[in-house]
């Protein structure tokens, strides 16, 4: 059975930094997408960070470019969000979804799996 398990969150200072893990297993994700998304509350999930099974391309959301990075380690079914600046709007509760290839990545319906998530709170 397919799971994946987010890691990290907590509370942070804006302008600080914080790193989300997300270990998935259940099969071999080395050729399948990796994304982040988060949602608030009362909102819909909005995508974060993405990137493919080489790690040669990533996508990310215009809102977090630049302070986001997201990288993954195929060897140990990982994938990381290394958050920088995060501000206090971003607190949300953040997910890890996998997709096989032809998965929208923007779209976190287009995914087959994601995990429970982990809360993100950004103090101002």
């Known amino acids: 059975q397919v799971q994946l398990v987010e890691s990290g969150g907590g509370l942070v200072q804006a302008g600080g930094s914080l790193r989300l893990s997300c270990a998935g297993s259940?099969?071999?994700?080395?050729?399948?997408?990796m994304g982040w998304f988060r949602q608030a509350p009362g909102k819909e999930r909005e995508f974060v960070a993405a990137i493919t099974w080489s790690g040669s391309s990533l996508f990310y959301a215009d809102s977090v470019k630049g302070r986001f990075t997201i990288t993954r380690d195929n060897a140990k079914n990982t994938v990381y969000l290394q958050m920088i600046s995060p501000k206090p709007e971003e607190t949300a509760v953040y997910y890890c979804e996998t997709g096989p290839r032809g998965t929208t990545v923007r779209v976190p319906a287009s995914y087959e799996y994601w995990g429970q998530g982990t809360q993100v709170t950004v103090s101002s």
């Open positions: 259940g099969r071999t994700f080395s050729s399948w997408y």
